[in-house]
C-alpha cells in the first residue's frame, strides 16, 4: 500500500502563492503519474494538475500559466506551486498517484487526506 502526507495548506491573501507537497511512502516499487485534486465547498472533487512519470505536465484550464507542478522522484514527493491566487481557489486540495507496489501485478491508485486552502483578504 501507499500512503500519500499533503502538507502546506493554509490561509492565503487573493493574489498571493503558496506551495503545496505531498510525500509518498510504503512498499513502492515505481510512482507513475502523480495529481493533484481539489474540492470546493458544496462541489464536486475535481483534477487539478498531472505530472507524469516522465515529467510532463498537464494542467487544468482553470490553472493554467498561474499553478505548476513538480515531482522529485528520489524523495517520492509531488509539489504544486500556486500562484496569482484567486478566492475561487479555496478548496481542500488531494494528492493522488498510481504506483506499482510490492505484492500487487497491477497499478494502485492511492489518495491523502487533504490538505485546505483558503484564499481570502
Known amino acids: 500500500q501507499v500512503q500519500l502526507v499533503e502538507s502546506g495548506g493554509g490561509l492565503v491573501q487573493p493574489g498571493g502563492s503558496h506551495g503545496l507537497s505531498c510525500a509518498a511512502s510504503g512498499r513502492i516499487l515505481s510512482l507513475n503519474n502523480m495529481n493533484w485534486f481539489r474540492q470546493a465547498p458544496g462541489k464536486q472533487r475535481e483534477w487539478v494538475a498531472t505530472?507524469?512519470?516522465?515529467?510532463?505536465?498537464e494542467y487544468a484550464d482553470s490553472v493554467k500559466g498561474r499553478f505548476t507542478i513538480s515531482r522529485d522522484n528520489a524523495k517520492k514527493t509531488v509539489y504544486l506551486q500556486m500562484n496569482s491566487l484567486k478566492p475561487d481557489d479555496t478548496a481542500i486540495y488531494y494528492c493522488n498517484v498510481d504506483a506499482y507496489t510490492v505484492g500487487r501485478s497491477t497499478l494502485g491508485n492511492y489518495w491523502g487526506q487533504g490538505t485546505q486552502v483558503t484564499v481570502s483578504s
Open positions: 505530472i507524469s512519470i516522465n515529467f510532463e505536465p
